[in-house]
């Protein structure tokens, strides 16, 4: 049976530990691997690396992991293990990736995958020069609300796409008054690579030029509207970074993408994230697993009319879509097939010049704000 030995980096946070090791790495391994397009089954065998020793044995204790490590060079020396994947901080990701890359592993990481551009792009061309396999998580691509939209898009539903609204968000605790917050403090601290604009553009990039059109231009207002938290030891902290942004993207096609995003906002609808689509002859709204759709056929005709309440339930006027297949989990579906991109070099369109792409326009967002202006987002040499 073919093996692949995996190096999990970073997995003991939220996204790490939750979604890319247990939903995923040891879901895929407690079901004895992935079938390969020869019929051969493809086992996979994780060791999980982290500076800290207790969390490290408690950590493989709990879902029997066989091994596991504090010495991340041994790790990356070992020609047991082909695949490094980094699920860590931020501003260790370009470092670590390269390091990697240098020890001859295939790459995988969550995004973004740097704080800056310069860095970013160095880092797709060393992996590009390499010869070796490599991405960068695009999880919401495979949420099964947007792979809805997707097919909506590929049947003609929608006639000429106008526009796409997004709505992203939640309220995070501040943390001061009984409730703790649900989000790690580093995430509101710039030194740490903080900062929704940063975290959250990344994501709109990929969504926005995979499923609607190449994003040819940026408007970006970001804001700090809670100046103070309470951190993770009961501390206050005062929030030096965005955690709000408001952004407007030109696509191409002549298509206008506008997104909010947002850690202090009360949720009043369908889902933590929305995507509403726009077309001439019809309309979706998505959230991460369902999609609702109004064609122009079904579409009622209001009128405006202040001085009597409203006589339409608009939501009643939209429809379903039926879920024709079954949907697994996103990060899984994507580490699957990075590890028969690997095993047999099947097809990966998530490659590292994609997590430049995200940090290109998250960095112009960022000077979008600062400069009050719309910029251009030029084509990256890679």
Same mark, same amino acid.
Not at 9 to 32: E, F, K, P, W
Not at 43 to 66: S, T, W, Y
Not at 169 to 193: L, T
């Given at each position: /049976?073919?093996?692949?030995?995996?190096? =999990?980096?970073?997995?003991?946070?939220? /996204?790490?530990?939750?979604?890319?090791?247990?939903?995923?790495?040891?879901?895929?391994?407690?079901?004895?691997?992935?079938?390969?397009?020869?019929?051969?089954?493809?086992?996979?065998?994780?060791?999980?690396?982290?500076?800290?020793?207790?969390?490290?044995?408690?950590?493989?204790?709990? $879902?029997?992991?066989?091994?596991?490590?504090?010495?991340?060079? @041994?790790?990356?020396?070992?020609?047991?293990?082909?695949?490094?994947?980094?699920?860590?901080?931020?501003? /260790?990701?370009?470092? =670590?990736? +390269?390091?990697?890359?240098?020890?001859?592993?295939?790459?995988?990481?969550?995004?973004?995958?740097?704080?800056?551009?310069?860095?970013?792009?160095?880092?797709?061309?060393?992996?590009?020069?390499?010869?070796?396999?490599?991405?960068?998580?695009?999880?919401?691509?495979? =949420?099964?609300?947007?792979?809805?939209?997707?097919?909506?898009?590929?049947?003609?539903?929608?006639?000429?796409? *106008?526009?796409?609204?997004?709505?992203?968000?939640?309220?995070?605790?501040?943390?001061?008054? +009984?409730?703790?917050?649900?989000? %790690?403090?580093?995430?509101?601290?710039?030194?740490?690579?903080?900062?929704?604009?940063?975290? /959250?553009?990344?994501?709109?990039?990929?969504?926005?030029?995979?499923?609607?059109?190449?994003?040819?231009?940026?408007?970006?207002? +970001?804001?700090?509207?809670?100046?103070?938290?309470?951190?993770?030891?009961?501390? @206050?902290?005062?929030?030096?970074?965005?955690?709000?942004?408001?952004?407007?993207?030109?696509?191409?096609?002549?298509?206008?993408? $506008?997104?909010?995003?947002?850690?202090?906002?009360?949720?009043?609808?369908?889902?933590?994230? &929305?995507?509403?689509?726009?077309? &001439?002859?019809?309309?979706?709204?998505?959230?991460?697993?369902?999609?609702?759709?109004?064609?122009?056929?079904?579409?009622?005709?209001?009128?405006?009319? %202040?001085?009597?309440?409203?006589?339409?339930?608009?939501?009643? &006027?939209?429809?379903?879509?039926?879920?024709?297949?079954?949907?697994?989990?996103?990060?899984?579906?994507?580490?699957?097939?990075?590890?028969?991109?690997?095993?047999?070099?099947?097809?990966?369109? $998530?490659? *590292?010049?994609?997590?430049?792409?995200?940090?290109?326009?998250?960095? *112009?967002?960022?000077?979008?704000?600062?400069?009050?202006?719309?910029?251009?987002?030029?084509?990256?040499?890679?």
């Amino acid at each position: /049976m073919p093996r692949l030995g995996i190096i =999990l980096h970073g997995v003991t946070g939220r /996204m790490g530990y939750n979604q890319h090791l247990v939903r995923s790495i040891l879901a895929i391994r407690d079901r004895g691997g992935i079938t390969l397009q020869s019929g051969e089954r493809l086992e996979i065998d994780p060791i999980i690396v982290g500076r800290n020793r207790d969390k490290m044995e408690q950590l493989a204790k709990r $879902h029997d992991i066989a091994r596991w490590s504090t010495d991340l060079d @041994a790790a990356l020396a070992d020609p047991n293990d082909q695949i490094f994947f980094d699920a860590g901080t931020t501003l /260790m990701r370009a470092e =670590l990736i +390269g390091r990697a890359l240098d020890a001859g592993k295939h790459v995988y990481c969550e995004k973004p995958i740097s704080d800056d551009l310069r860095t970013a792009v160095k880092l797709a061309r060393k992996a590009r020069a390499s010869g070796l396999k490599h991405g960068v998580v695009q999880d919401k691509l495979f =949420l099964p609300g947007l792979r809805k939209l997707a097919l909506l898009r590929d049947s003609g539903f929608f006639g000429k796409i *106008l526009s796409v609204r997004g709505e992203f968000g939640y309220w995070v605790f501040e943390g001061d008054w +009984g409730v703790p917050a649900q989000r %790690p403090s580093w995430n509101y601290r710039k030194k740490d690579g903080g900062g929704i604009i940063l975290d /959250m553009l990344c994501h709109w990039r990929y969504v926005l030029d995979n499923l609607f059109g190449e994003v040819k231009a940026v408007s970006c207002l +970001g804001a700090t509207h809670i100046p103070s938290r309470i951190d993770e030891q009961g501390r @206050a902290y005062d929030c030096d970074t965005d955690d709000a942004a408001y952004a407007t993207f030109e696509l191409e096609g002549g298509i206008v993408a $506008h997104i909010n995003s947002s850690w202090a906002v009360r949720v009043r609808r369908d889902d933590l994230v &929305t995507f509403q689509v726009d077309g &001439t002859h019809g309309s979706a709204v998505a959230g991460l697993t369902k999609c609702w759709t109004q064609h122009r056929v079904n579409t009622p005709k209001p009128v405006w009319n %202040p001085d009597q309440p409203q006589t339409i339930d608009f939501y009643r &006027t939209w429809d379903e879509v039926p879920d024709t297949q079954a949907f697994d989990n996103g990060f899984k579906a994507q580490w699957e097939m990075f590890l028969r991109h690997v095993a047999e070099d099947g097809p990966w369109p $998530h490659g *590292l010049e994609a997590g430049a792409k995200g940090v290109q326009l998250a960095e *112009l967002g960022l000077k979008s704000w600062a400069e009050r202006r719309w910029l251009d987002v030029p084509e990256l040499e890679l």
